[in-house]
Structures are given as C-alpha cells and as structure tokens.
C-alpha cells in the first residue's frame, strides 16, 4: 500500500522536476507561473469541484458532505491552536509566517490531484469540504494574523471565492439532479484535468527559486515543518480514528492535513511585509518532505480506515 500511494506522489514530484527544469531553462517564467496559478484557482479548482458533484440527489451524501465540513472545521481550529501553544518567536514577523505556514496546507495544489488519483470523485468531494473551510479561515484568521490585527476581515472573499462558486454550482447540480448536456460536462472534464499538471509546475518554478541548504540551517523553520509534515497529521489522524471516522472520508481528510505548506504562505507575507524568506523556506522543506511523509500518513490511514 505505501508503494501504491508513494508511487503516486512520485508522479506528482515528476511533474514538479518538469516545472523546475522549464523554470531553470527560462521555459517557464514569474509572469508564466502567476497565469497558470491563475487558471488553476479561477477555473481548474471550481471545475474540479464542480465535476465531483454531477450526479443525482442523494440525501446520504448531502449528511456525510456536511458532516465532513464539520470535521474540517474542527481540524483547522486545532490547528491554529496548536500553532499559537507551539511556535513562538522574538520577531513577530517571523512569528506569524511560522503559525500561518504549519496551519494552511497545500490543500487545493497539491491534496486534491492525489485524492483524484486515489480516491476517485468521492475522495474530491471531501477534499472540497476542506478547501471551504480553508477558504474561509484564510481570509478571516489567517488575515488577522498576517496583518498582525491590522488587517480587515474581506465579506466578499470569504463568500465570493472560486472554492465556494464552485461549491455552489455543483450543490445546485447535485440538489436539484440537473441534467447536463455531454458537451458541457466534457468541457468541465478536460478543464478538472488540468488540476494535476499545472499546479505541479508552478511549484517546481517556486522550488527552483529557492536556497533549500540555507533553509535546512534555519531551526525554527524547520521545527514549523516538523509540526506541518508530521506531529499535526499523525495527531489529528489518531483524533479522527477515536471519532471514528473511517473510509473515503478519514483517507481524503488525512491528504487535506498532510499536505506541504500553501503557495499562498508567501502571497500573504509580502503583501502585509513579513519574513518571505521563512516562508519560502517553509513551502520548499515541507515540499520535498512530503515525498516521504504523505505515503507514510496516506498508508497509515488506509490501513485504518
């Protein structure tokens, strides 16, 4: 099982040294890499979403999609809380990049291609639960804490993003059974499958720009790592096994929380003038982690689930 999953995420990590090769060779530039993160989030995600929901009404599914919003809450909350008990630093700049960087996962990048790949439609439809929530908290909390309070809270990005339009296409599909036609459901199809290839590249081009030896001298980055890649998902992976969660729902929830640091780590760094260094640091180390930790976690869930 290790190798099936671990397989998996070296074909992820294939695509991720194709991305780093063209941005190294200038195939693939900043303007480059910023349009295809663009597309990804504006129309790749939403399809995605959207395509995991074309199907007839089921009142089951719709109790199981809400309960998984819950859970998804619930791990994200701790999360938080764990990053403020855990990781402290005398630069508060740095302070909020550490916090911020082992809560927020790659969950959209880099979940959602593999909980395709693994678990099918279902496994994505989880996995979209958590996107919600992700979005959610990262415009209210995360930027609370990236702003250092100064920042206000965005009505309009918590509701209008492309995770929750996409959400509420594909409700509207899936509660009232509309038919689609096969041009357009084809159309949403080739779109969703972009959702493996692009997001790879772009973050071979993040990793290509990175100084992996000078993050590896950097202690506090790497115990912020440690806390994403290991300690956090091992520990809510006990705690979703204890309120037995299990199947499709507890192996698509541990890819969620087991995912490298999010991109968007060092978007927010630079607009509220934080350590970008340390954030970059910290998406690249738990990057090249996650080729070990995420088989390890994925197996360890399959086998309990």
Known sequence: MFITVFSQVCVLMILILLGFAASKTGLLTE?????????????VT??????????????????????????????????????????RSPDSRRERVLRFGAVFTNCGF???????????????????AYIIIFQLLIWSWGVMLMSGGRGKISLPKLVINPG?????????????S?????????????????????????????????DVRKALKDLPCLWAVFLRM??????????????????TMLVSLV?????????????????????????????SLSTLVSLLSMPLLITVARLLA
Request: net charge neutral; aromatic share 8%.
């Open 230 to 247: 290991f300690l956090f998902p091992f520990l809510l992976l006990g705690l979703l096994y204890l309120l037995q969660v299990r199947g």
């Open 164 to 176: 929750m339009i996409g959400l509420a296409i594909g409700l509207i599909i899936f509660l009232f």
């Open 46 to 87: 939403p399809c995605v979403i959207i395509k995991s929901l074309m199907m007839p009404y089921n009142t089951e599914l719709l109790k199981t999609l809400l309960i998984c919003f819950g859970f998804s809450l619930l791990l994200q909350v701790i999360m938080i809380l764990l990053s403020l008990l855990l990781l």
């Open 110 to 128: 880099m979940s959602l291609p593999l909980q395709e790949a693994i678990l099918g439609d279902e496994g994505v439809r989880y996995g979209s």
């Open 31 to 43: 303007a480059g890499s910023k349009c295809c993160s663009d597309i990804v989030m504006y129309l």
């Open 178 to 210: 509309l038919p689609m036609p096969q041009t357009v459901s084809s159309a949403i199809g080739h779109m969703a499958a972009l959702n493996t290839p692009v997001p790879m590249l772009v973050i071979g081009h993040y990793l290509a720009h990175s």
């Open 255 to 283: 890819i969620s929380i087991s995912a490298p640091t999010a991109a968007i780590t060092t978007m927010f760094s630079v607009k509220y003038e934080n350590d970008t260094a340390c954030s970059v640091n910290l998406i």
